[in-house]
């Protein structure tokens, strides 16, 4: 498998702590997400995970976040059809 080498600064480092904390919660026994996706992404970047120090805690709130954003468009997906929805963040 072809790994990605990112070449990342301080700041953009920080892009990744999300994607980790999503993949973290897809390897638990119960996970809130299950987003196995980003297990995959996570596992084809080269990069020292561990350096990050992700908490149980911004796993779960992570998770949770993501869960109830999911949720709500969702919930606007299905009161609109045809709608378009735009993720900007």
């Known amino acids: 498998m072809h ?3 990112p070449q990342l600064g301080l700041i ?3 892009s990744l702590l ?4 999503k993949a973290l919660d897809a390897v638990r026994p119960s996970p809130i997400l299950g987003d196995t996706l980003a297990a995959d992404l996570a596992g084809t970047i080269d990069y020292d995970f561990g350096k990050l120090k992700v908490k149980p805690s911004l ?3 992570t998770a949770l976040r993501t869960k109830k954003l999911d949720d709500v468009v969702r919930a606007f997906m299905a009161a609109h059809p ?3 929805v735009l ?3």
Do not use: F, I, N, P
């Not at 999300?18 to 904390?21: E, F, G, K, N, R």
């Open 59 to 61: 796993v779960v709130s």
């Open 12 to 14: 953009q480092e920080t």
């Open 18 to 21: 999300t994607l980790y904390a």
């Open 3 to 5: 790994r990605l080498h």
């Open 87 to 89: 993720d900007l963040g």
């Open 82 to 84: 045809g709608c378009v």
